[in-house]
């Protein structure tokens, strides 16, 4: 019998739209062993707590009770405070999707105050010809809630941002000295909205065991907050961390202050760590059997990894339960007119992992040497649309955002093949390499079953630093993927980087051109730059001569330990292209600007490209190889066809024919076959339909067909009548 009772917390702040997926996936898990749970995600409550009629009452008079300086936009913001006051509670309630008639009054720009954010208005005109009503309101919105977080920020609290807090307190740490005075000053205005929360959380579940989920540096203070107050007004309570953040920065953790807060941290996957620490606190297990958690032992820090303890195998951790948590109070936002960011911020989803780790893992930028992402196993598809079903019946939510670091393609065939199969009405979305395996036929399933967008790491494009960085991809064969999942009609987002060890300005530049291009044809819809950083845990971390890069130090500290400040002796300043780079591409995802010279977007002198004008359009153009094997995966995805026997009169020969008609969702479309060939056809068809239980390879379609006495295979399958099925809905996988 289980007697302890556990309380799962996301500390401030993650996402506004969607709960951060780990606690729901640690329920699951606990659900599975009968051990007692509740969960919380104190980032939304907090923020649901500050943007109120009531919040903002006590906000406005917390502000005016410290006679600060204040700047002008302040000013006009506390000018307006009546206006901000009467409509905040409308605005929120618009945001989460109860009050969708207020996009109305809200566009008519005569409704919210504006402050500084609206500024930006004026260079964004152009792109709201491609947003409806409540697009357009959601972005108004959400600039209205950013006017107010910049008066948080510069009156009553300067950690504050809507999806992370105090996130500069957490980016390479490598001391905890100034993160340990943040939290010995006096509670900040959003920690007493933090801790009256908590306070009424711990009362409510009254728990043994909080185990705190730290994804991101943006959650690190409010973490250490919650774990101080506890400590303070719980001592019996045992506190434990877990998450994104420890997995990379707290491998070589050594302060024990940090056990002023914290009675354990765990790393990597946390069921079977938190399983054992619950045993040992339920006394079944010693102290030294823990399983990859830090502790305190003697008054000095200890990592214990004795436990013979496997780690659970995904088909055994559970479904995700988003119980206790708030579903219909999240608030979708616009932050900025990015179609993916778009889809990060705007919608609830349900997290989901197709596979753990990733199947590639030779990444030379990434952290392949941790577990998360070295060891691989995925998980089958009857079980992920089980999981599916379940989460939806749960949530009342259909969307699903599959969180692997790269989907497996033929998972994802499988998935998409039962997700039809099943009927489901789902609508998904994950991140991928672009690889050869994404071929038109595959993206067209995909698409079928529900599929609307992908990312990926196009990285640098340049065939030179793909292969240092092992990516495994051309530029050329990312063009004919991309080209294929737009056709198909999936969004494509591509992670950009520059800066990666010996980039030159040249191949910056030349990268940019390649984008350019890209984005030019269509085959691109979305993007992101951002710039290489050398982390403790990646091959470049690892062993950097190899790359031609130098560590700035061999210091290891005492606290966080994953960014390495790293010195580039042959490549170039990489700094300076941010912003010509992030400038060009914003005006290229709307469009525009791909007529200027590349030199224009920024205010330095930069080499000129070496890329032809045509090189992308040339790659999208070559033709793919997708040779027919005898085990490629034959699948029908359209409807049954109504058969007509005519007889022709060619010559004055007779023929037997079959006059097959189709209707797909848009059109209507007829073959004529030979009788015979279409009484085969109409079997076959029913046989390898997407619905069916069975997928046929192309050999066993052959096989029907000569079983059937017919003759001439590929001379039939080859022709005309079966081209047009091709493009309607016969695919080879």
């Not at 007509?644 to 009169?649: D, L």
């Amino acid at each position: 019998m289980n007697t302890q009772k556990v309380f799962l917390i996301t500390p401030p702040f993650t996402q506004l739209n969607t709960p951060y997926p780990a606690t729901a996936y640690i329920k699951g898990f606990l659900n599975t062993k009968h051990i007692i749970s509740n969960q919380a995600d104190l980032g939304i409550e907090v923020i649901l707590s500050l943007f109120s009629k009531e919040g903002l009452l006590n906000l406005f008079a917390q502000i005016e009770s410290q006679a600060l300086p204040l700047s002008d936009n302040a000013q006009r913001i506390i000018a307006l405070k009546d206006h901000y006051i009467h409509t905040i509670d409308a605005v929120i309630l618009f945001l989460q999707g109860k009050n969708p008639t207020l996009s109305h009054l809200i566009c008519q720009e005569d409704f919210l105050p504006e402050a500084s954010r609206f500024a930006q208005l004026e260079e964004l005109d152009w792109a709201f010809g491609t947003m409806g009503t409540q697009d357009k309101a959601k972005h108004f919105a959400t600039l209205y809630l950013e006017d107010i977080s910049d008066i948080i920020v510069e009156c009553v609290d300067t950690h504050f941002g809507f999806s992370r807090y105090a996130e500069r307190l957490g980016r390479s740490a490598n001391s905890f000295d100034e993160l340990y005075e943040a939290l010995s000053q006096e509670y900040t205005y959003i920690d007493e909205l933090l801790i009256k929360i908590l306070a009424t959380r711990m009362v409510d579940f009254n728990p043994n065991l909080v185990a705190i989920t730290v994804p991101f540096p943006g959650n690190l203070y409010s973490a250490f907050r919650c774990g101080q107050w506890i400590k303070k007004h719980f001592p019996s309570v045992k506190i434990a961390m877990g998450g994104g953040f420890p997995n990379t920065e707290l491998r070589s953790l050594s302060d024990k202050r940090v056990f002023e807060f914290f009675d354990f941290i765990t790393l990597d996957d946390g069921e079977a760590p938190l399983d054992n620490l619950i045993e040992h606190l339920e006394g079944k297990r010693k102290q030294e059997d823990l399983k990859r958690t830090f502790t305190l032992v003697d008054g000095e820090v200890k990592y214990i990894n004795n436990s013979h303890t496997h780690d659970y195998k995904q088909s055994a951790v559970g479904t995700p339960d988003y119980a206790d948590l708030p579903l219909d109070k999240y608030i979708s936002v616009i932050e900025i007119v990015n179609p993916m960011h778009r889809m990060w911020s705007d919608g609830r989803w349900n997290k989901l992992t197709m596979a753990h780790g990733c199947y590639w893992g030779k990444c030379t930028f990434c952290d392949i040497s941790l577990d998360y992402i070295k060891l691989y196993e995925p998980i089958s598809a009857k079980i992920l649309c089980d999981r599916m079903e379940e989460m939806m019946a749960q949530t009342g939510q259909n969307g699903f955002h599959f969180v692997d670091e790269a989907a497996p393609p033929a998972l994802m065939r499988s998935l998409a093949l039962e997700i039809i199969r099943r009927k489901l009405t789902v609508t998904w979305w994950t991140n991928i390499r672009f690889e050869k395996s994404f071929t038109a036929d595959l993206c067209l399933l995909l698409k079928a079953s529900g599929c609307i967008a992908v990312s990926g790491g196009l990285e640098v494009a340049s065939d030179r630093l793909l292969a240092l960085i092992q990516k495994g991809v051309t530029v050329a064969q990312v063009a004919r993927v991309t080209r294929n999942f737009t056709e198909a009609g999936i969004m494509v987002h591509s992670y950009l980087m520059y800066g990666f060890p010996t980039q030159t300005a040249q191949e910056t530049i030349d990268s940019l051109e390649m984008v350019r291009q890209m984005f030019e044809l269509g085959i691109l819809q979305s993007g992101f730059w951002h710039q290489f950083a050398m982390t403790a845990h990646s091959p470049v971390g690892m062993y950097p001569e190899q790359f031609k890069v130098q560590k700035e130090s061999a210091k290891i500290g005492s606290f966080a330990n994953n960014d390495i400040f790293h010195i580039d002796p042959t490549g170039t300043d990489h700094s300076l292209f941010s912003e010509g780079l992030k400038k060009s591409l914003f005006n290229f995802m709307h469009g525009i600007g791909f007529d200027l010279n590349l030199s224009q977007w920024f205010d330095f002198k930069i080499p000129k490209t070496k890329i032809p004008k045509n090189y992308i359009e040339q790659a999208v153009n070559q033709e793919e190889d997708v040779s027919l094997k005898p085990s490629s995966k034959i699948v029908w995805l359209s409807t049954k066809p109504t058969v007509k026997y005519i007889t022709k009169n060619q010559k004055g020969r007779l023929l037997n024919l079959a006059s097959l008609s189709f209707h797909d969702k848009k059109e209507s479309f007829n073959i004529a076959v030979e009788q015979k060939q279409g009484e085969w056809l109409v079997e076959i068809l029913q046989l390898i339909s997407a619905s069916s239980s069975k997928v046929y390879t192309f050999q066993e379609v052959k096989t029907h067909y000569e079983t059937y006495g017919l003759e001439d295979f590929e001379l039939f399958w080859f022709n005309k009548p079966v081209n047009n099925l091709q493009n309607f809905g016969l695919l080879t996988l």
